[in-house]
Nanobody, 125 residues
Framework: QGQLVESGGGSVDAGGSLTLSCKGS????????IYWVRQVPGKDYEWVSV????????FYADAVKGRFAISRDSAKSTVVMQMNNLQVEDTATYYC??????????????????WGQGTQVTVSS
């Protein structure tokens, strides 16, 4: 059974930075795309950034381009997302998720092979 464990969430003032980490186990990390997905209560899930676990291809949602950076350490089955210049609208629960193919639709837990437990990010004005 695959597992993804997130860490690094917290509270920060607008303009601040946070780093989220996601460690995978029990599935072929290097053969999957690893997503960061966020959700505000009452709203749909929103993909934020994506990286291929083995090849390093990266994708960013327009809302975070230039502010967030995703990277991976394949040997450690870990993905890190550096979030800079955080804004109030970045407040959400952030999830790490994995699936074999990259596409920016069908963003919900049932569309992923592995889905993490989530970590809260709160940005205050």
């Amino acid at each position: 059974q695959g597992q993804l464990v997130e860490s690094g969430g917290g509270s920060v003032d607008a303009g601040g930075s946070l780093t989220l980490s996601c460690k995978g186990s029990g599935f072929p990390f290097n053969k999957n795309y690893i997503y960061w997905v966020r959700q505000v209560p009452g709203k749909d899930y929103e993909w934020v950034s994506v990286i291929h676990g083995g090849g390093g291809r990266t994708f960013y949602a327009d809302a975070v381009k230039g502010r967030f950076a995703i990277s991976r350490d394949s040997a450690k089955s870990t993905v890190v997302m550096q979030m800079n210049n955080l804004q109030v609208e970045d407040t959400a629960t952030y999830y790490c998720a994995a699936r074999a193919n990259w596409y920016d639709w069908q963003i919900s837990p049932d569309q992923f092979t592995v889905w993490g437990q989530g970590t809260q990010v709160t940005v205050s004005s």
